[in-house]
Each structure stands twice: as structure tokens, then as C-alpha cells.
């Protein structure tokens, strides 16, 4: 099943969001996907975020009140070619999914979904990406220590 992260439309370091992009790659993920509703313009991250990535898929959930038809195809168009043709069209075939408590419930998740879907979409958490780096085994790292000062 693929696995589809909804980045947050507003965020303070570009360095940190890209790097999120970056790691949600690394981590197996197919897709990162925007929401077109408040906040900063979800092209231009998309855009960015296909400049530091090579296999993210990427996606627009569009809100029930898009740009016009003419201004929204250019620039789905530009950010099609700038991404290398790696821009999905269509998510109605995705499903959104609350994200996951534990490695459990990612995996009842994952048991559940239809064969009729293209993929699950899921919101950005850090829970999640320690889910996909590690599907099999919860990892206790309690003999890390940080350093304070």
C-alpha cells in the first residue's frame, strides 16, 4: 500500500521542511501531498520540495474553492515539468487516515485498506516517521542521553 504524508501548509524553518521531505523519502514514503487552503502557496513548496528530492511523488488536495482553472493548470503544468513529471492529478482514489498511536495500529491500518485504493494519506507527525523507518520492532533508545547546557 502506498503511503501518502500531508505536510503542514504553514511552517517556520524551509531548512526543517525540506529536510522533513527528505526524511519522509529516505523512509519509503510515496508521496508528499499540500492542502490549498490557508496558508503559504502549496505549489511553490511542492516545488521546493521536488528540487531536494528525486522519487517523491507530489500532490495538491485541492479546497472546494481553487484558483481559476487557467492559472492552476500553468502552474500544476510548470511545477509537472519542474518535478520531472512526478506531480499525481488525481486523489480521489487516496484515502486519508488519522495517524498512527503505535506500530499496532499502523498495521491495522494497513491490513484495512481496500485493494481499490491508490494509497493511504496520513498527516506529518514524528510518531510516523519512526512507524516507516521501523515497521517491525519498537526501538528503545532510553540509553540516549541529551546533552544539556
Known sequence: MKVGVILPSRFEDPGEF????????????????????????????????????????????????????????????????????RVITEHKRWRRVDVPADRDTWARTLEQAGADLDGLLVPMDPRLLDILRHPDEAIDRSDLLLAQG
Do not use: F, K
Not at 523519502?25 to 528530492?53: H, K, N, Q, R, Y
Not at 488536495?61 to 493548470?73: C, F, G, Q, W
Open 18 to 85: 525540506l529536510a522533513d521531505a527528505r526524511a519522509m523519502e529516505a523512509a519509503g514514503v510515496d508521496s508528499i501531498w499540500m492542502e490549498d487552503g490557508d496558508g503559504l502557496d502549496p505549489l511553490l513548496a511542492l516545488a521546493a520540495i521536488a528540487a531536494v528530492t528525486g522519487q517523491l511523488r507530489l500532490g495538491l488536495l485541492r479546497s472546494s474553492a481553487p484558483l481559476p482553472n487557467i492559472e492552476l493548470d500553468r502552474r500544476m503544468d510548470t511545477l509537472q515539468h519542474l518535478s520531472r513529471q
